[in-house]
Every structure is written in C-alpha cells, then in structure tokens.
C-alpha cells in the first residue's frame, strides 16, 4: 500500500512540473509549425503521451528534454504524414521569444523573427533548443536524435547566417530583449569566421 502510495504520489509531482513546463513547450511547438492552432494541438499530443507514459518517465533525470523530444516526435510524425515542408511567412516560428523590448535597437525585434523564418528548419530548431530554451549541445542533440557535433554545426550556421542577414557588427545592435541576445549572441564574432564546409 506504502509503494502504492508513493508512485502517486510521485506521479502527481511530475504531473505538476509537465504542467510548468507547458509554456515552454508551446514556445517549442511555435517554433516548429510556424501556426498557434497547430501549436496547441502539438502540446496537447504532448501532454497526452506524457501523461499516458508517466510512470515510465524517471525521476530524477530531465524531465524538460523528455517532454521535448515526445513533442518533436509527435511533430515529425505529423510531419512525414503532412508530406509538405512547413512555412511560415509570418515569422510566427520565433513567439517563443515573447519578451519584446522595452526600446528599439537598430535590429527590429520583428525582423528577427522574420529573420530566424528565412533559416533552415534543422538549425532553427538547434538555435531555439540551445539559445532559446536553454538546453546543452548534448540534450538538444539526444533530443534531435543527432551528434553533438552535428547541433554545434547547426548552430553555428545558423547564427553566422543571422548575423549576416541582420547585418549585425555589435551586440548593442540589437535591442535589451534578452530572448533576442540569447538567440543572437555570438554572432558578432562568428560572422568573421568562416563558415563549415558540412552541410546538415
């Protein structure tokens, strides 16, 4: 009965960190789809799965990357059924960075988003797992089912692009947002280097 006990109770505990995790996830969802509705469906499969799959979740290990890689799953399931590439004229992709800037710097917090819509989706999707939602080369990469090499790559591209399309030459280009600098920072060095050779 003690055991009983104890696994609901710390079924309940999961459930309430899922559950703050949510925002996060629908950040994640954004980004992928390019679409709110479509977002929230994503994190509604997503709690779904994880709800119906908690007691093989264990505690202690990272609950964050657990739900985000049921999410991707459940997006590239939907994905391949799709058959199409998923765009996002809107720059919808990028709202996870909801934090608008108190002022303006020369790069426009709009324009950044519509900037990262103009990356491929396999680096956008490293830059926002890294930069963004604040997870390890390692946890984005068991997370994309990749190398850590293969997400450092993606990275890299994608803020050596970022930095050219935005044509950036200091950090103080861009506004206080710190979501923003967190997506953007190393940019300004990197644009100088030059840019691999492999392509993902």
Avoid at 58 to 77: H, M, Q, S, Y
Avoid at 101 to 114: A, R
Avoid at 169 to 179: H, K
Wanted: aromatic share 6%; net charge negative.
């Amino acid at each position: 009965m003690s055991t009983n006990r104890s696994s609901a109770h710390s079924d309940s505990l999961v459930r309430d960190d899922i559950l703050a995790i949510v925002p996060q996830l629908r950040g994640f969802a954004i980004s992928l789809s390019g679409n709110f509705d479509r977002a929230d469906d994503l994190v509604q499969e997503t709690l779904l799965r994880a709800l119906a799959n908690i007691e093989s979740f264990e505690l202690g290990t990272n609950l964050p990357a657990w739900l985000f890689t049921i999410l991707r799953n459940a997006f590239r399931a939907e994905y391949r059924k799709r058959r199409r590439e998923v765009e996002d004229s809107n720059g919808r992709h990028a709202e996870m960075l909801k934090t608008y800037p108190e002022q303006h710097g020369h790069i426009d917090f709009k324009e950044l988003q519509q900037t990262l819509g103009k990356l491929p989706a396999s680096q956008r999707e490293a830059l926002i797992l890294v930069c963004a939602s604040g997870f390890s080369y390692k946890e984005a990469a068991e997370i994309c089912g990749c190398a850590d090499g293969t997400v450092k790559s993606r990275v890299h591209r994608a803020r050596i692009t970022l930095a050219e399309l935005l044509s950036i030459e200091d950090i103080d280009d861009l506004g206080p947002d710190q979501a923003s600098r967190a997506v953007v920072a190393g940019t300004v060095s990197m644009s100088a280097e030059h840019r691999p050779t492999d392509y993902i």
